[in-house]
Nanobody, 127 residues
Framework: QVQLVESGGGLVQAGGSLRLSCAAS????????MGWFRQAPGEEHKFVAG????????YYTDSVKGRFTISRDNAKNTVYLQMNSLKPEDTAVYYC????????????????????WGKGTLVTVSS
């Protein structure tokens, strides 16, 4: 079992920045990837970014490329999401997720490809 706890959400003005963190505990070895999804009110979970645990390969949805950066600290079993130039449309609950087994990167955007989830942290961007 893997437990994930997100932190770092909050209220920020458009153009501002936030850094989300996700700390993993329990089974803390041999992850294939960690990632971030978000869910806005009335919408489904949408992929934001992912990173492979060993190689550090990064993947982003188009709407956040150039603004968000995902990174990880293997020693701390923690993944981060640095969010810059935030827009009101980035407002959502952000969820951290873990994928245990290797998968083709194209499938990382699929909600059902991920094995464990955190409870989420709310990000609100005001205009």
């Amino acid at each position: 079992q893997v437990q994930l706890v997100e932190s770092g959400g909050g209220l920020v003005q458009a153009g501002g920045s936030l850094r989300l963190s996700c700390a993993a505990s329990g089974r803390t070895f041999n992850y294939y990837a960690m990632g971030w999804f978000r869910q806005a009110p009335g919408e489904e979970h949408k992929f934001v970014a992912g990173i492979t645990w060993k190689g550090g390969n990064q993947y982003y949805t188009d709407s956040v490329k150039g603004r968000f950066t995902i990174s990880r600290d293997n020693a701390k079993n923690t993944v981060y999401l640095q969010m810059n130039s935030l827009k009101p449309e980035d407002t959502a609950v952000y969820y951290c997720a873990v994928r245990i087994n290797e998968i083709e990167s194209i499938y990382l955007a699929n909600y059902y490809a991920w094995d464990y989830w955190g409870k989420g942290t709310l990000v609100t961007v005001s205009s």
